[in-house]
């Protein structure tokens, strides 16, 4: 066989895979659209003959949907801000400035890395809980404002700025934090937008910790509010499909634009700290 | 010459100084938000509190109890099913795309975004979809089934057989994607001029994938094989969605017993020994992992 026979041939076979993959969001936005009583027939259908909108218009008065949708974006964008500035100055001094424990510090925060989520769920429930911020903005971003992660990739990335760049800006009297502010971030920005899209991505859909530190429907975020949705309505499914297209939109938005940058973070993470 | 080397120092000392300033804030949130926690946790691990009552003091109990709790060991055997399944079919289809897109295929750049967009959708809503799609009496999969002459259809998440072959699916729908990025971006590191050299020397395509791709290969599959276990012992929110555990807890995992008896019957400390177990295996499962790479992995 051929070079161009093989091509074609796993050209088939990747069509097949892409159709296997994509299926699940067909699925997904065709039942959106169908009348209630459309998703009991045998076989399915997957366009109904009654086109419906009207339970995108449900969704948003059955529940606080579009509350939960504005809580996911408010505390996704904090996050991000406030994990881009904790996480630039700690990868600033890690790679630009020499202070005594600096590697030991480096490596406790990389064994972070390794400690599972739910090791530190209850700890830190307990902690927001007796400080009164259960159903507060606080209390879902303050936890997320910093992460080892975001420190790690930063770092690889500000270690490659020559050294005697920043050494000559320190010659010519500029302070650390103007090194830091005119230099630094400005030539980061290929990490620093990466870093950004992986936290937004990552904070709207998470789950558990939103799950446990609200209990009222206004304070919900997104994903939380689709659970809830599940246990109310759980056998209505075009609503839950409803629900489920406009929770993934912003995340699927975002990674169309950013797709390139997303992944460009994921592989620092895998490969600069080899 | 003295002069100078106290500037030095007082320069050094400035230097030192910043440094600590820049890594104040980073400092005190890791250190109320993950230090203290991860510690207090091993400290709630050896406790009984309900949160309202008393913290009571019970030494090693809570471990002596999950070691004598029969749901306990159904949570371990089925944790371990699931990773077991799902982590090397995974691995195996995910190498599979990223060598054929590899090949500068037409179009691979809209089956690299197709295969990752699973990645980057929620759990909630893909287990959402997942769970309509395998619905016993109305769902898509066994329609399809039905259509190609399958009479015996599987009860999926109503049966203790399918309901854990269901997850794994959905598990690996949403995660082959990031290991196959990881695959090519480690493909891409191999450079063309290896392969052209092998081929000049007379090498076989087979040849050359045993003998110069994997073994060039295995730092990533290294880490693909890491991240995917420590990832696949975290099973949760597939399982919430999809089956709340049942049936009979035939797909209750250990995060899922872990957030139950946390959350659910509100025993911190039971839910705290659990977590510790869960910290102690993966981490276990990563050490062993570094201690074989030494007989696998090349590194150039």
Known sequence: MGKTATDWLLFVVLLIGALLMSGPFVWMIATSFKPAADVFQFPPTLF???????????????????????????????????????????????ACLRFRGRELLFLIYLAALMVPSQVTLIPNFILIKSLGWIDTYQGLILPYAFSSFGTFLLRQYLKSIPAELLEAARIDGASHAQIYLTIVLPLAKPALGALAIFTFVAQWNNFLWPLITTTKPDMQVAIVALATLQGQYNTDWPLLMTGSVIAIVPVLLVFVFGNRAFIAGLTTGAFGGR | MARSRVQLTRVARAEERAAWLFLAPSLVLFAIFTAIP?????????????????????????YIALAGDEIFAKVLGNTAYFVLVSVPVQIVLALLCALVLNRGIKGQTFFRV?????????????ALVWAWLFNSNFGLINAALSLVGVTDL???????????????????????????????????????????AAALDGATGWDRFWHITLPLLSPTTFFVLVISIIG????????LVMTKAGPANATNTLVYYIYQNGFQFYQMGYASAAAMLLFLIVLAFTLVQYKLQRRWVHYG
Request: with cysteine; glycine share 6%; proline share 3%.
């Open chain 2, 114 to 126: 197709v295969y990752f967009l699973p990645v980057v959708t929620s759990t909630i809503a893909a």
């Open chain 2, 232 to 239: 696949s012992f975290q099973v949760f929110e597939l399982v």
């Open chain 2, 38 to 62: 991860v510690i207090s946790a091993f400290f709630i691990s050896f406790t009984q509190w309900n949160l309202f009552n008393e913290v009571t003091w019970v030494g090693l109990g809570n």
């Open chain 1, 48 to 94: 109904t003959a009654d086109p419906q909108v009207e339970n995108y218009v449900r969704i948003f008065s059955t529940i606080s949907f579009g509350r939960a949708m504005a809580n996911s974006l408010v505390v996704s964008v904090l996050v991000t801000l406030l994990q881009l500035v904790t996480c630039s100055m700690a990868a600033y001094a890690f």
């Open chain 2, 154 to 196: 599987p009860k999926w998440m109503g049966s203790t057989r399918w309901a854990m072959p269901a997850i794994i699916i959905v598990s690996i729908w949403q995660n082959l994607g990031y290991a196959m990025v990881l695959f090519l971006a480690g493909l891409q590191n191999i450079g063309k001029d290896v392969h052209d």
